[in-house]
């Protein structure tokens, strides 16, 4: 049974930064692509950060040299440093699994195991 259990969300002003961490357990977690998705009330899952077996890494365009996405392969923990936050940020954070390669990048269709999610509200 695969298992993911995010941490690391809350709430911090304009400019604050976070760090999330998703723990895994189930499988064998460094042959597995992961990511990070968030989704605001009312708005569709977007995808933020990926990351595949082989260690290559594809940002969302909105995040791009603002947040951070690694893997420790060691504590099987994904993570995701956030700088710079706004209130744009705001969003319920997801992390995701898929058992090998995906075809299209930070699409969630994608992806078959998911976290509880967890909050991150950025306050002006």
């Known amino acids: 049974q695969v298992h993911l259990t995010e941490s690391g969300g809350g709430s911090v002003q304009t400019g604050g930064s976070l760090r999330l961490s998703c723990v895994v357990s189930?499988?064998?977690?460094?042959?597995?692509?992961m990511a990070w998705f968030r989704q605001a009330p009312g708005k569709e899952r977007d995808g933020v950060a990926e990351?595949?077996?082989?260690?290559?890494?594809t940002y969302a365009d909105s995040v791009k040299g603002l947040f951070t996405i690694s893997k420790d392969n060691t504590k099987d923990t994904l993570y995701l440093q956030m700088n710079s936050l706004e209130p744009t940020d705001t969003a319920m954070y997801y992390c995701?699994?898929?058992?090998?390669?995906?075809?299209?990048?930070?699409?969630?269709?994608?992806?078959?195991?998911w976290g509880q999610g967890t909050q991150v509200t950025v306050s002006s």
């Open positions: 189930g499988y064998t977690y460094s042959k597995y692509c």
């Open positions: 990351i595949d077996g082989d260690g290559g890494i």
């Open positions: 995701a699994a898929y058992p090998g390669p995906v075809v299209s990048d930070l699409a969630a269709y994608e992806y078959n195991y």
